[in-house]
Structure formats: structure tokens, C-alpha cells
T-cell receptor, first 113, second 107 residues
């Protein structure tokens, strides 16, 4: 298995633009997590899904952020409109089930200018 | 106050030394995770614990539920162990993260 695949690896966008980050979890994994990492705040959990259903989105910072998981093999994290303070590395992770060890993607480095 | 506290924040060791990184938490947990983040940025899950001790190669993780404390030990440290080690706990639907311990192992 190729592991958790995120795209793009790097994204540079202008303030106000819509940004969509993509994640393909490991096949057979039922839980998917979106994290954000910044120097100031460290690693934060934004939202996670179990069996494609959002379980907890209390980490999503604002209404500008939304996440979907239309099927077991794909998830998106969208920021609209983007702001410079959204600049961070966004990680996606998946696990066999909730509570099991999580496997991380390589991350998407987002820069909003 | 942070729900998860790690110590030390930074650690430099000579190759071969035994290393201990500590994690204390203030909430009741269902599981505790140790993550490793290499200088390139990739994150790897090392351990998931809910009790006792786990060992993988030169890495050992222990947890004391009563004391709300976990330790990550590295035996015979090597320069390739240089990374940031992050402690994370899960309580109900919430996840809390430590700020990480930056480890540098010098040859």
C-alpha cells in the first residue's frame, strides 16, 4: 500500500482564493483525520471522520474551513476564502478504526500571500 | 494551561546515550500516542498506549494511568533518532497534543 496520499504537496495562493486540499486514506481504514501544524500552535486536530461521517469538527477554526468525505477513499479540506494566517502544514492521517494507530500523509504546505 | 505537557522541550545527547522524554496529562484518557516528526516534516506514529509498556526495537513507551504520565525511552541513541517527538492523548472525542520535544543526537 502506498500509505496516506495527500495532494498537493505545496500550495501557494493569494489571500481570498479558495484552497482545496485532498487526501486518500489507506485502503480499508475507517477513520480519517485532518490536522494543522504551525510554529505558534503546534499540531492541532481540525476534524475527523469515522466511516465517512464527521465525528468531531470542534477543531475547525472558522466557517471558512469545511471538510468532506464523500466516500471511503477520498476526503477534502477546503478553505474559502483563504487568509495569510491559514498558512501552515496540513496533515491527513488514517487509521483502521477509531483509537487505532494513525498513519500520516506527507502533508500539504500551504502558503497564503 | 495545556492538557498535555512534555519535557524537556529540547534535548541534545551523544550517540549511544539512553534518552527519556516525558509526557504528563491532566485529562482522563482512552489512549496516548507518541509521534515522531523528522526534520523533513513527515510524521510517524510510534506507539499507541492505554496501559503498561510497549517496545519496538530501541524504543520503549510506558504509561502510568494513575499518575497520568508517560515516558518514551530510546536506548543506544543514534543520530537518525534526531527528530521532534510529540505526545498526544485522546479523551472521548477530543485529542490534545503536547508541544513536542526536539531531540538532537550528536555523533
Amino acid at each position: 500500500d502506498a500509505g496516506v496520499i495527500q495532494s498537493p504537496r505545496h500550495e501557494v495562493t493569494e489571500m481570498g482564493q479558495e484552497v482545496t486540499l485532498r487526501c486518500k486514506p489507506i485502503s480499508g481504514h475507517n477513520s480519517l483525520f485532518w490536522y494543522r501544524q504551525t510554529m505558534m500552535r503546534g499540531l492541532e486536530l481540525l476534524i475527523y471522520f469515522n466511516n465517512n461521517v464527521p465525528i468531531d469538527d470542534s477543531g475547525m477554526p472558522e466557517d471558512r474551513f469545511s471538510a468532506k468525505m464523500p466516500n471511503a477513499s477520498f476526503s477534502t479540506l477546503k478553505i474559502q476564502p483563504s487568509e495569510p494566517r491559514d498558512s501552515a502544514v496540513y496533515f491527513c492521517a488514517s487509521s483502521l478504526e477509531l483509537g487505532a494507530e494513525a498513519f500520516f500523509g506527507q502533508g500539504t504546505r500551504l502558503t497564503v500571500v | 494551561k495545556n492538557e498535555v505537557e512534555q519535557s524537556p522541550q529540547n534535548l541534545t545527547a551523544q550517540e549511544g546515550e539512553f534518552i527519556t522524554i516525558n509526557c504528563s496529562y491532566s485529562v482522563g484518557i482512552s489512549a496516548l500516542h507518541w509521534l515522531q516528526q523528522h526534520p523533513g516534516g513527515g510524521i510517524v506514529s510510534l506507539f499507541m498506549l492505554s496501559s503498561g509498556k510497549k517496545k519496538h526495537g530501541r524504543l520503549i513507551a510506558t504509561i502510568n494511568i494513575q499518575e497520568k504520565h508517560s515516558s518514551l525511552h530510546i536506548t543506544a541513541s543514534h543520530p537518525r533518532d534526531s527528530a521532534v517527538y510529540i505526545c498526544a492523548v485522546r479523551t472521548g472525542n477530543q485529542f490534545y497534543f503536547g508541544t513536542g520535544t526536539s531531540l538532537t543526537v550528536i555523533p
